[in-house]
């Protein structure tokens, strides 16, 4: 890269190449800049990217071995798919329902009804059960269940289990109303798009050329075969 | 230790089979056999807290017997002919008698209604009715309710499997061992004393040589002292005002020869010179027969007159008291003789050479009393009084009615011992009458904090002594305790080395019966005391046979003798907890089988090959082979205390020490973890910490949340605190899998990185990760539970609970009343507030109604609601409200009340290694330092507190779960596992470690979260099982600024639980004294707490009042209102003066012009 001329801005222009792209998976370069970006793009990633969850669940019945509060922990924590969280409005700041957090701009209903009825085998009851009112905010693993429905291609409905919510045995039942709003991560993890965020600096690995060809061919070979990323 | 390459010996020999040499044959076994399957069989078969059970199983199935057939018979005082005879007894199942109609109960059901788990004791009987005395039978008479311990063989839940425990609301985990009194579950401990009927030298307070007995049969307990003073030598007694001569004892006892004397306590002229002295002085005083001594003795009894005078005061002294074990047949005072005789010898060795003495701590010395013990001396003492009561009402009826005698069988009065045993197992004082024992603290509450806690009080063994004693030596680790008594497990501060714990394969015996044992040791050889003389006795190479305390004779051979008597035991002709020790020293052989003792089991090695061999575990693993086989083919026996002394016990059976002879190795350990208890068994590579910090930790995993056992949801504990997401350690121990530690954990796995940050970790204190605490560590719920109880005053007066009260639209009159369901007690589910109403109760205002006739009216109530304590801005919520009667047929409501809590600044975590330390900030996620594989610890911890604790097992713990969670395998760090293969080496980690790309050594290269540069240092990081302990802020934390004051002296209230102030105490007022803050004293001490205006009559010193009508001062004892001046002080001050006054003492105040 040029370094800018004296008495020039410092302005750089950093680049970003995809490496990799898939849909729970990103990896990247960033090139002409320093660590200090690259730490705050982590930052943002982590505590300040915008999704939704689930953040308040009225019970109506709750017979499970699970207690309320827990139940309720459980389902904040289950990912939603966030791509309208961008249109949807924080809920302290929503005019439309005066910050109370239950409009269409600024929250999403859901709906879980569960109940183990004969069998002696217990219900699991999954991210899977909840009905959301809105097609755009769902599990994030129903979404991709659909989305390999709508592919077609060796869809096998088994496959996508759900997330686990609780256990219900015979004559258990769970029935709820939760309401997934926008949120950040630095309020609560729930709202966090990443598992992790991490980077490293790519090594310049510089060989010298010289001394390499004092190394016998063995030698050379044994040479690359120590290599840790191989 | 040096362990043999395995695998290439193997192979060797299966080439070629070189003929078997010396060298060959003394060579170490080259494949060991694992002999850690042998640790679980030991547990199944006697589960965790077997002692407790066995003991109370032999209560309730011999012991109950032999008090019943001891006392059977009673009769009327005027006429023997009329009596009663108990000819069975038996203890049923647990029930309850409602309405005539009798109910099994379930142990649960009993925890819930707050009932006892008691069976009825029923006794066969024979009586005389009527004026002729005919014979009668009864069968199936109820003599009292005893209650039953859990698990044992009376306990519906014995042999029950997890299933059918499971429908009975029971843990399959849950140990049993407890009682369950009034609904609380009550422990019996473990209680430490020194071994009864059995010499102990030692030296008293002033430094004489002493020999002490304590003799304890059925009647009477007694301690005999045998004093050495002043070269001459006296008994002790607490029947005789002054020590008497031993001399002249011996001649009260019929032995008038001094000769005789000598020669019972041996030839030596060492022993004469000893002796003389006191032969002396018995001369001296003339005494020479049996007459003249009993006659010195009468004189000096305590408490003359009473007594069997026509024998003398003294004989029966003698006879009864003094070594009251020692039996006198036809009285033949022979054996006590003889006893005596060796009392002084061994009084006389220890003279002679210092290192005979007994070591009182010695846990040889030492015999353990379990709950079946302590139940069966106050179920005899009960029995006794309950028999004898009766006998007194026979005694006054037939004084009053001469005409019809009635018969004894309506005068048992079940109540006695029903109402006796639980109130002593419920307060825990032990007063037992014959004995004049009054113990308190016997039993306590079982601890529910958590499974560990639980187990812990199951294994839990206190001193008989009081704590205030500062001497060390009762409290030093004993080495005969090793694999007995745990040597981690004990609290801290004036109980520790007292209180200690049993270790994981310890046994504690029950009684034995004597009779076939005696005649077995006659017939294998031991000549009988009654046909020799003093001088046979102590021939040399004849070694004395003690059983129990008691002399039984002599034996030529003692080495034969005894190991006759252990190949019977091995063969299980006689029983497996009989002890046979030969004592060296002593020239003496103990045989034991009395109860209480320790023993633990070993293999057994002939010349150091162990018996068992690897075709037996397979046998074990294949489940066609019990412990109890191994102990009946003689592969496995059980050693006591004693016998430990005669054994040699390697720790491997192929690894070769260089100091020891192969061949003369005994036995061999089962496994060396069994060294440690239950408690200390749950701490990863403990054989690598400090050993204080195993002890701080056996202290702090009874503190630690987590779950308590399967059926927590449906239990009622007063207070429970269990874990929301409660892991299984990642470094276990073989002990934590026997316990069922894994099952129901008190922790979490949380990712440790050892560094410093932010400066909010010092001392001590962990940084927590913001967003880990989001998802859920550390968090915890807190239950409570609240009682109301509907008192019923009679005459159906009763509280009544209403609904409540709602205006016409329906809305709540009182709002906090929300919680509250149409019947008035808060519903399930329902979030309640700081002072919200839980059960609406109204109570008469009018108890007293006799002569009222017209039913209450609402009117006739007042509201006396329960009102709900909670901290200002939680939510809590209702779990669950439980309606039962309780013992008194009073309607007993029950809320528990849940709280779910994150970990906040302030709370105390802990590892397992003793290292606790409080929270002492949270920090984001995204300022938190992270590795390039994203991975992002859970706590940071300071590197300070390493150094001084030199915890290295933790280090061990955290590299040891790294390379767990890397590699998918629980990894196993058992105490001194390592040479076993339970335990892995580091080196090993260190190999998993480097085969998933993590640095050797465990470190990591971080970046800061903050700056994204890279850390300086690499960074000790894995994961480490960590505890949340039950001390949280939420509860401890106060502050007020003005609050409520006591009613008596208006200073405020004191404690946090009545919103108390913060008392400027003593030292603190020095501090401002010596600074020189005098305004800040006197706001402090008086305007801040009870300021107060009073009139002082200047002239008589005295308080008057002020007149607010006539707007004057008075003074009442001057009978004016002149000279009176305004002044303030504290409340307390003119409290005082009042006080003084109505004592007669008048406090006068002096005042000047300020």
């Not at chain 1, 069998?119 to 905010?137: G, H, I, M, Y």
């Not at chain 2, 006198?328 to 060796?342: A, D, H, L, M």
């Not at chain 2, 300070?944 to 990894?971: D, N, Q, Y």
Request: hydrophobic fraction near 35%.
């Amino acid at each position: 890269m040029d370094r800018p001329a004296a008495g020039s801005s410092y302005q750089r222009f950093p680049r970003v190449r995809i490496r990799e792209l898939k849909d729970d998976y990103a990896k990247f370069e960033l090139r002409d800049t320093d660590a200090s970006i690259a730490n705050a793009l982590r930052r943002v990633m982590i505590a300040e990217v915008p999704t939704v969850a689930i953040d308040l669940v009225e019970i109506e019945v709750n017979s499970s071995v699970l207690n309320d509060e827990f139940i309720a922990h459980r389902l904040g924590l289950i990912p939603l798919t966030s791509a309208a969280a961008m249109q949807m409005r924080f809920s302290r700041d929503c005019d439309a329902c005066d910050g109370d957090g239950s409009c269409e701009y600024c929250s999403v209903e859901f709906n879980l009804s569960a109940r183990a009825t004969d069998s002696d085998q217990t219900l699991e009851v999954t991210s899977n059960d909840l009905r959301s009112a809105d097609p755009k905010v769902c599990p994030v693993d129903q979404a991709r269940a659909y989305q390999l429905a709508l592919s077609g291609n060796d869809y096998d409905p088994n496959a996508e289990r759900g997330i686990l919510i609780v256990k219900l045995r015979r004559g258990q039942e769970l029935r709820l109303r939760a309401i997934a709003r926008k949120g950040i991560g630095k309020d609560h993890a729930k709202w966090s798009p990443a598992a992790t965020v991490t980077f490293m600096y790519e090594p310049d690995i510089l060989i010298n050329e010289e001394l390499m060809d004092t190394l016998t061919f063995d030698e050379k070979r044994s040479w690359v075969e120590s290599s840790p990323t191989k | 230790m040096t362990v043999p390459p395995q695998g290439d010996d193997a192979a060797k020999k299966d080439k070629d089979v070189p003929p078997p040499s010396y060298r060959s044959l003394a060579a170490p076994v080259a494949n060991p056999v694992d002999k850690f399957a042998l640790l679980p069989a030991f547990l199944k078969v006697r589960g965790l807290v077997k002692e407790h059970i066995d003991s109370f199983n032999y209560f309730i199935t011999r012991g109950i017997r032999n008090i019943i057939q001891a006392n059977n018979r009673i009769e009327a005082r005027n006429d023997p002919n009329i009596y009663l005879r108990y000819t069975n007894v038996h203890v049923g199942t647990p029930s309850v008698q409602v309405d005539y109609k009798v109910e099994e109960i379930t142990p649960h059901f009993c925890r819930l209604t707050d009932r006892t788990y008691s069976a009825p004791i029923k006794v066969d009987i024979e009586y005389t009715v009527g004026k002729q005395h005919e014979l009668q039978f009864k069968r199936n008479v109820l003599i009292g309710y005893m209650p039953i311990m859990l698990r044992s063989y009376a306990c519906i839940l014995h042999g029950k499997d997890e299933a059918e425990l499971a429908r009975l609301g029971e843990c399959p985990l849950d140990p049993g061992g407890y009682f369950i009194v009034k609904g609380t579950e009550k422990v019996i401990l473990i209680q430490e004393q020194l071994s009864k009927n059995r010499i102990i030298i030692d030296t008293d307070s002033k430094g004489r040589v002493i020999a002490s007995v304590t003799s304890s049969t059925h009647e009477i307990k007694s301690k005999t002292v045998i004093t050495l003073d002043k070269e001459k030598i006296y008994l002790q007694l607490n029947q005789f005002t002054k020590p008497i001569p031993i001399i002249v004892v011996m001649k009260a006892m019929g032995m008038e020869s001094d000769q005789e004397v000598v020669q019972m306590v041996g030839r030596d002229p060492r022993y004469g010179d000893l002796l003389f002295p006191s032969i002396q002085e018995c001369a001296s005083e003339r005494i020479y027969t049996q007459q003249q001594a009993l006659q010195y003795m009468d004189e000096k009894v305590t408490y003359p007159g009473a007594g069997n005078q026509k024998e003398g005061r003294s004989k029966s002294i003698l006879r009864d008291v003094f070594i009251a074990h020692v039996p006198v047949k036809n009285g033949n005072f022979r054996q006590k003789c003889i006893y005596t005789g060796v009392m002084l010898r061994r009084m006389m060795d220890a003279i002679l050479n210092a290192n005979t003495f007994d070591d009182k701590d010695y846990v040889g010395n030492k015999r353990l009393e379990l709950s079946g013990q302590l139940i069966s001396l106050l179920f005899e003492d009960l029995f006794k009084t309950m028999n004898s009561q009766a006998v007194e009402l026979m005694n006054k009826n037939s004084d009053k009615t001469r005409s019809s005698p009635s018969d004894f069988s309506q005068l048992i009065k079940h109540e006695s011992i029903t109402s006796g045993l639980e109130r002593a197992i419920s307060t825990g004082n032990w007063d037992i009458k014959r004995f004049r024992m009054h113990r308190k603290g016997v039993s306590q509450v079982l601890s529910r904090l958590s499974y560990m806690a639980s187990l812990g009080y199951m294994t839990r063994i206190t001193p008989q002594f009081e704590k205030t004693r500062k001497t060390s030596g009762p409290r030093a680790l004993q080495p005969s305790q090793w694999g007995m008594l745990c040597p981690c497990d004990t609290p801290e501060g004036e109980a520790c080395g007292l209180t200690k714990n049993l270790a994981l394969l310890t046994h504690v015996t029950t009684d034995q019966e004597e009779g076939p044992l005696m005649n077995l040791c006659k017939s294998l050889g031991v000549e009988d005391l009654s046909l020799l003389s003093g001088e046979e006795i102590h021939a040399p190479g004849s070694f004395l046979v003690m059983f129990n305390g008691l002399i039984l004779g002599k034996h030529r051979q003692p080495q034969t003798f005894a190991n006759a008597m252990r190949n019977l035991r091995r063969s299980g002709k006689i029983g497996e907890f009989v002890s046979i020790f030969v004592n060296e020293k002593q020239h003496c052989i103990h045989i034991a089988s009395d109860g209480g003792r320790v023993c633990r089991p070993l293999i057994i090695a002939d010349k150091g090959i162990s018996r068992v061999k690897e075709h037996h575990m397979k046998e074990l693993r294949d489940g066609v082979r019990s412990f109890d086989d191994f102990l009946r083919d003689g592969l496995i026996e059980y050693l006591d205390v004693n016998e430990e002394n005669n054994a040699l016990i390697a720790l491997y059976e192929h690894v070769d020490q260089d100091d020891v002879e192969r061949s003369s190795i005994t036995h061999i350990e089962i496994e060396p973890l069994s060294i440690l208890g239950v408690v200390s068994g749950l701490i990863p590579y403990p054989h690598h910490n400090q050993s204080p910090r195993n002890t701080y930790q056996c202290a702090m995993g009874k503190q630690a949340m987590g779950n308590i056992a399967y059926n927590q949801l449906f239990r009622a504990d007063s207070l429970l605190y269990l874990l929301v997401y409660a892991q299984r350690p990642l470094l276990t121990t073989k002990t934590i899998e026997l316990v069922g530690y894994d099952k129901l954990g008190a922790g979490q796995n949380a990712t440790v990185a050892v560094m410093g940050y932010s400066g909010y970790d010092i001392e001590d204190a962990i940084v927590m990760n913001k967003s880990s605490l989001d998802r859920g560590f550390g968090r915890c719920i807190a239950m409570k539970k609240y009682t109301v109880i509907k008192e019923y005053y009679g005459e159906g007066v009763s509280d009544r609970i209403a609904k409540p009260q709602r205006d016409k639209d329906g809305a709540l009159v009182k709002q906090n009343m929300r919680a509250l369901d149409e019947d008035g007690i808060a519903a399930p589910g329902q979030i309640i507030r700081n002072h919200d109403v839980y059960v609406n109760k109204q109570s008469p205002k009018v108890i007293d109604r006799r002569g009222a006739g017209a039913p209450l009216m609402d009117r006739d109530y007042k509201d006396s609601p329960a009102i709900y304590k909670g901290v200002d801005g939680e939510t809590t919520v209702v779990d669950r409200v439980m309606l039962c009667s309780d013992t008194n047929e009073k309607l007993s409501i029950k809320c528990i009340i849940r709280h779910t809590r994150r970990p906040e600044v302030g709370d105390k975590f802990s590892s397992r290694h003793g290292q606790k330390g409080v929270c002492g900030t949270i920090v984001q996620q995204e300022d938190f330092p992270f590795s390039e594989r994203g991975i992002c610890p859970d706590l940071i911890m300071n590197p300070h507190g390493f150094p001084s604790r030199m915890t290295i097992g933790k280090m061990i713990e955290l590299i040891g779960g790294k390379a767990g969670v890397s590699c998918g395998r629980f990894h196993y760090g058992s105490a001194f596992g390592e040479p076993s293969g339970n335990a892995d080496k580091v080196e090993d980690i260190s190999n998993t470690l480097i085969k998933h790309g993590f640095s050797y050594n465990g470190k990591d290269f971080l970046y800061s979260g903050i700056l994204g540069h890279p850390l300086e240092a690499y960074i000790f990081m894995g994961p480490i099982y960590y505890q949340k302990l039950k001390h949280m802020v939420l509860d401890k934390m106060h502050a007020r600024a003005s609050g409520p004051r006591v009613l008596l002296t208006r200073q405020p209230t004191e404690g946090r639980s009545r919103d108390g102030g913060l008392r400027l105490g003593e030292m603190e007022r020095d501090c401002l004294i010596a600074y020189g803050a005098s305004m800040l004293i006197f706001e402090r001490l008086l305007l801040s707490s009870d300021p107060y205006q009073v009139q002082v009559c200047r002239k008589c010193g005295l308080l008057g009042y002020y007149n607010y009508k006539l707007k004057t001062s008075y003074c009442s004892m001057c009978k004016n209102g002149e000279n009176m001046a305004k002044m303030r002080l504290p409340y307390a001050c003119k409290l005082l003066f009042q006080e003084l006054q109505s004592m007669n003492v008048v406090p006068r105040l002096k005042l000047t012009e300020g």
